[in-house]
């Protein structure tokens, strides 16, 4: 799995952090507590803002959403839903994302991007999610200006993926993204360059497939992402 960048990032030594900070607990993953701590926000800021630049690129806005399904009873067990880009785009092919993309000049805002581009992608209809508020910006190396938009979203969904965009589509649950234990850390320099990223691999089961696992492999971009969203609400808990 080599990456424009020309390495294979699962290779590529990790760590753990050392600060044993917490996993976030249950209760403050559900839905009433995300609703009430975008509402009232910490005081906090993004661990990750800027990856290298790759080239000189003109800045893109773009808009990304991140989908949490709530499932289980009373969606006691919320997950984030995801894709798996197809291998002929552009950019990021064949890589773990959120739904989204360019913010066009028809979008009134962020938010209007995020769920049309979700729409778009994997046929998540606006008239089931709930947005709840909006993460900082995170830069790419390709220069896109990414806004996250977090909303909630009824497990009643239909999933459609758009072929041409997306390979395929699973979830993740959002207890185990906001686990530290589950962040890997990655140190990699190149041409002078140095570069850091997080992954958190998460093995999925196939039922249909007598338990058979398959890594999905989060990492760049959308890791950066989910960690910020991590420490968001690691600041908004710990008070």
Known sequence: MKNSLGFDPREVPWTLQ???WPAIKAQDLLADRLRWVFQNPPVWK??????????????AAAAVLIPIVLRGTEGQTPHVLLTQRTQHLSSHAGQIAFPGGKVDAEDPSVE???LREAQEEVGLSPEFVQIIGTLPSYITGTAFHITPVVGLVSPEIIITP???????????PLAFLMNPANHRHHEFERDG???????????????????LLKERFIWGATAGMIRNFYRFLLAANSL
């Open 162 to 172: 758009n072929p041409h965009e997306v390979d395929d589509v699973f979830e993740v």
């Open 193 to 211: 360059v140095s570069r850091h990223w997080y992954s958190m691999p998460y093995q999925e089961t196939h039922p249909s497939h007598s338990g």
């Open 112 to 114: 209007h991007a995020a």
């Open 18 to 20: 050392s600060e044993h």
């Open 46 to 59: 993004p661990e990750l803002k800027r990856e290298p630049q790759l080239g000189v690129k003109a800045p």
